[in-house]
């Protein structure tokens, strides 16, 4: 799925609890792109510009790809690094991070949403993982659904807030 469809998934998450916790959701979503894909797109703008400018399409070739983005990958859409920071934080706070229910989702789309051949979701790490041979998310129809679907979670989400803004339930 693409970073933009992760965070607004995330965001829906918690739009019914309030801004702050919207934003901190599609944030908390976002992040495991951010964090492998981001700092790559940041550390070679060169390549970015070339694509917004339409001389090259695509993703970038696994080969131009330093090996901490596989890395950071990794970490980030992992079941089991999720699972270790979930409980370190429940243990640390006393209390649920309900937001990383957001990265969660983020790994949970991912896995059928990943070809084998272009960074399949490796959601065992650091464990061997059969990897998933999903649709890619870039895949026209799907990515019509997704954000079809979108609109009708957030449609929702809007009626639901208003019932509640004017006091209705």
Not at 113 to 130: E, I, R
């Amino acid at each position: 799925m693409d970073v933009i469809a992760h965070g607004l998934w995330g965001g829906a998450l918690f739009s019914a609890r309030g801004r702050r916790r919207f934003f901190a959701g599609a944030l908390i979503g976002m992040a495991p792109d951010l964090l492998s894909f981001g700092v790559f797109h940041v550390m070679h703008p060169g390549w970015i510009t070339l694509r917004l400018a339409g001389e090259i399409s695509g993703p970038p070739a696994l080969s131009i790809l330093p090996p901490y983005l596989f890395y950071a990958y990794n970490m980030t859409h992992s079941l089991f690094v999720w699972g270790a920071v979930f409980g370190l934080l429940w243990r640390m706070t006393k209390k649920p991070p309900w937001l990383l229910a957001a990265w969660l989702l983020h790994i949970l789309c991912d896995i059928p949403t990943h070809a084998a051949s272009y960074f399949p979701t490796p959601f065992l790490w650091p464990f061997p993982t059969p990897f998933v041979d999903g649709i890619p998310w870039s895949t026209p129809w799907l990515m019509v659904a997704n954000y079809a679907s979108m609109i009708i979670v957030y449609s929702g989400i809007y009626l639901y807030l208003m019932k509640r803004r004017t006091g209705e339930r």
